[in-house]
């Protein structure tokens, strides 16, 4: 087993939990154990980490080093307020888009 790939096994067998909000590399990314001699060398994930991971786990974005704190995003929320056009639809049975009524 290469070095990579035991810090990798260690920090999940250590952190994650898989009934825990996120997923095993948004948990390990989020981890704040600053004294484990693996830290620094854990694997933090490339993909975004929802605000809400950070707060089900009690963590404020400024707790997480450089790393982990780029990643960290506010969901979006899907709204209709704003735009331009109606909503659309696409029926499969008579193969046109048909305009949604507003909610």
Do not use: W
């Not at 999940?12 to 590399?25: E, F, L, S, V």
């Not at 933090?44 to 400024?62: E, H, N, R």
């Not at 960290?72 to 008579?94: A, C, K």
């Amino acid at each position: 087993m290469s070095l990579r790939k035991a810090i990798n096994a260690m920090c999940r067998q250590c952190i994650y939990d898989n009934r825990a909000a996120g997923t095993y590399a948004q948990q390990i990314a989020c981890c704040v154990i600053s004294c484990c001699p693996l830290h620094a060398y854990r694997p933090v994930t490339t993909s975004f980490i929802p605000a809400k991971v950070l707060s089900c786990y009690g963590i404020a974005a400024d707790e997480l080093d450089d790393r982990a704190r780029s990643l960290v995003r506010d969901e979006v929320q899907d709204s209709v307020e704003g735009q331009n056009e109606p909503l659309l639809s696409f029926d499969p049975i008579l193969g046109a888009k048909l305009k949604r009524r507003p909610r």
